[in-house]
C-alpha cells in the first residue's frame, strides 16, 4: 500500500493565483482531513470529510474549497492564492477502528509570493 | 482559543534517560487522545493513544498518562534514544460524541543527546 501520497511536493503560487492540492489513500478509509502547520505551531484542521459526498469546515476553512467525490480521493483547492496561505499542507486519513490514529501524507510546501 | 496546549516548545534529555512530554486540555468533551511524532520533512506518525476510560497506555518504550481531573496528558520515553529527536504533538478528539476532529497542539521539540 502506498498509504497517503500528495501532489505536489512543493509549489509557489503568485498572489491571486489558484491551484489545487491533491490528495490520495488506498486504505479504503472513510475519514479524510486536511490540516496546515505554520512555523512553530500546531496542525489546524482545514476541512474534512466522513465519507464520499460529505465534506465540513474545521477550524481556518477560509480562503479554501474542498470535495469528495471518491473514498480515495480528497482535493484542496485554493482560489485567490493569498501570503497568508504559505504553509505546509497536510493531508490525512483515518478508518473506523480504534486506536483511531490518523495516516498522514508527506506534506505540501506552499509559498505565495 | 487554544483547546490543546504544549506549553514546552522544546525539551532536551541525555540519551538512556526519561523524556516527559506534558500536554493540558481545556475541553472536557474530548474523550480520546493521541501523541504523534514528526520528523522534518515528514508527515506526523501516529505514536500512541489513549481512551478517557483509561489512564495510563504502555507501548513499549512509550506510556501515556492521563489525568482527567487535571485535564492533563503526559507522554514518557524510557529509555531515551537519539532517534527520539523530534517534535511531538498531542492531539484530542471526542469520538464518544460521534465527531472525529482532532486538536492538536503546538509541539514539543526533543532533543536527545548522545
Known amino acids: 500500500n502506498a498509504g497517503v501520497t500528495q501532489t505536489p511536493k512543493f509549489r509557489i503560487l503568485k498572489i491571486g493565483q489558484s491551484m489545487t492540492l491533491q490528495c490520495a489513500q488506498d486504505m479504503n478509509h472513510n475519514y479524510m482531513y486536511w490540516y496546515r502547520q505554520d512555523p512553530g505551531m500546531g496542525l489546524k484542521l482545514i476541512y474534512y470529510s466522513v465519507g464520499a459526498g460529505i465534506t465540513d469546515k474545521g477550524e481556518v476553512p477560509n480562503g479554501y474549497n474542498v470535495s469528495r467525490s471518491t473514498t480515495e480521493d480528497f482535493p484542496l483547492r485554493l482560489e485567490l492564492a493569498a501570503p497568508s496561505q504559505t504553509s505546509v499542507y497536510f493531508c490525512a486519513s483515518k478508518g473506523a477502528e480504534t486506536p483511531y490514529e490518523q495516516y498522514f501524507g508527506p506534506g505540501t510546501r506552499l509559498t505565495v509570493t | 482559543d487554544q483547546q490543546v496546549k504544549q506549553n514546552s516548545p522544546s525539551l532536551s534529555v541525555q540519551e538512556g534517560r526519561i523524556s516527559i512530554l506534558n500536554c493540558d486540555y481545556t475541553n472536557s468533551m474530548f474523550d480520546y487522545f493521541l501523541w504523534y511524532k514528526k520528523y522534518p520533512a515528514e508527515g506526523p506518525t501516529f505514536l500512541i493513544s489513549?481512551?478517557?476510560?483509561?489512564d495510563k497506555n504502555e507501548d513499549g518504550r512509550f506510556t501515556v498518562f492521563l489525568n482527567k481531573s487535571a485535564k492533563h496528558l503526559s507522554l514518557h520515553i524510557v529509555p531515551s534514544q537519539p532517534g527520539d529527536s523530534a517534535v511531538y504533538f498531542c492531539a484530542a478528539s471526542a469520538p464518544a460524541s460521534g465527531t472525529y476532529k482532532y486538536i492538536f497542539g503546538t509541539g514539543t521539540r526533543l532533543k536527545v543527546l548522545a
Open positions: 489513549i481512551s478517557s476510560i483509561k
